[in-house]
């Protein structure tokens, strides 16, 4: 590889305080104290799980998505099957593949990742992992889902399309947009 190649690094000043401002029943806020440059910084964050999400492809190369409700944005958006790594041991594609069966009752032989990324770097450490899964088909029964999840809706729908609504505005999740330009990027 060239040494020229844009890409992040990681780095490693001194944090010389931390404590959990905040425990919450998903996650917690960290307030860590830094030596940064030779002077203290002091920085609040969400200490994240991490999470995983699913770009489901069907047999008509159309992409699987779900309608749900999320109270910090008072809206019902449109986005990937997708969930916390909040399981003791489990990896990221046994979690997107449980996370794929419990949100649209679906199950895929193909699974290859597409992108992985850091939702909020200035206000959480939480990476998400998207895999794109083909092959899909219906599982033998239904989850059984409840709060947000009880009435998600599902529409398979051209990537084209999804793109064309990130573009003009109509799409806002963050995980549909990378994940549907990163498909696009990857044909």
Do not use: C
Not at 48 to 77: K, S
Not at 88 to 99: D, H, V, Y
């Amino acid at each position: 590889m060239s040494d020229d190649l844009l890409r992040d690094e990681p780095a490693s000043p001194t944090v010389t305080a931390s404590e959990k401002v905040f425990e919450g029943a998903v996650w917690d806020v960290v307030r860590d104290t830094v030596d940064y440059n030779g002077s203290p910084m002091v920085r609040e964050y969400v200490a994240h799980t991490g999470a995983v999400a699913v770009l489901a492809v069907d047999d008509q190369e159309r992409v699987l998505v779900i309608q749900q409700y999320r109270h910090p944005i008072r809206a019902r958006d449109w986005e990937l099957p997708a969930g916390l790594l909040d399981q003791a041991g489990e990896g990221r594609l046994e979690a997107a593949k449980r996370e794929l069966a419990e949100e649209a009752d679906l199950q895929a032989t193909t699974w290859d990742e597409l992108v992985s990324f850091h939702t909020t770097p200035g206000g959480n450490d939480e990476m998400v992992t998207v895999y794109r899964a083909t092959g899909v088909s219906a599982t033998a029964g239904a989850f059984d889902r409840s709060d947000e999840e009880a009435d998600i809706v599902t529409r398979w729908v051209a990537l084209d399309e999804i793109v064309d609504g990130v573009l003009a505005g109509r799409l806002h999740n963050s995980i549909l947009s990378i994940a549907a330009l990163a498909a696009v990027a990857s044909r």
